[in-house]
């Protein structure tokens, strides 16, 4: 009979439990979720450029190779939300021809492959020796043609690459084109992720 009446005792708070546990996680904070990488198109209007290293051409049994050519230009923002507002870019190039056709390479066309920066104007040298610098932007530019553009002249549209890395004081990775010309007076434009704690910085 004991039993029995502390059980009747006990039952209504026995009943409440489960709607106060329930209770309590809904009042409950959210667990705090990483935002989503943001997207951002990185643009540059490339001109007034001159070569500023001719480069050195060989040619052998397997083809020609010129390599060390290097070109520098202005580059000026197209739009706020690329860093580097206004810079000087800066390209490396090495383009190989084949004397005869090879897998995956035809004779007679020129596979071009170099590796670019975009400095802000007016680095300062400290500026310049930090690793991982707010005033610098680079990356890797791909592109074949049926011309030498150390040597030749026409019109280009390249594959650019900006790899995962620090890229103008935000971490950010991409891919985009180049359209211009040989001599890199054109637009580059890079569809880029930013990491999330950079995406709303500049």
């Not at 009446?5 to 006990?10: D, E, N, V």
């Not at 434009?189 to 995406?199: K, N, R």
Request: glycine share 12%; no cysteine.
């Amino acid at each position: 009979m004991k039993r029995r009446a502390i059980l009747r005792a006990l039952r209504p708070g026995l009943l409440l439990l489960p709607l106060s546990v329930a209770s309590f996680g809904a009042v409950a904070a959210p667990v705090a979720r990483v935002p989503a990488i943001g997207d951002a198109v990185l643009g540059w209007q490339l001109t007034q450029a001159r070569v500023r290293k001719a480069g050195v051409t060989t040619t052998g049994p397997q083809g020609s190779l010129t390599a060390g050519y290097v070109v520098e230009a202005t580059a000026r923002a197209v739009n706020p939300t690329t860093p580097i507002q206004n810079g000087t870019f800066e390209i490396e190039l090495n383009a190989f021809s084949p004397s005869r056709d090879m897998p995956g390479q035809k004779a007679g066309v020129w596979y071009v492959q170099g590796d670019w920066r975009i400095t802000k104007r007016g680095i300062t040298h400290a500026e310049g020796k930090a690793r991982h610098s707010p005033s610098l932007v680079n990356g890797s530019l791909k592109v074949d043609l049926p011309f030498n553009p150390a040597t030749g002249s026409g019109l280009l549209s390249a594959q650019v690459r900006l790899p995962r890395a620090p890229q103008g004081g935000h971490w950010a990775s991409g891919s985009g084109t180049f359209s211009g010309n040989e001599r890199f007076e054109g637009v580059m434009q890079i569809d880029a992720q930013v990491w999330p704690e950079m995406s709303s910085a500049r």
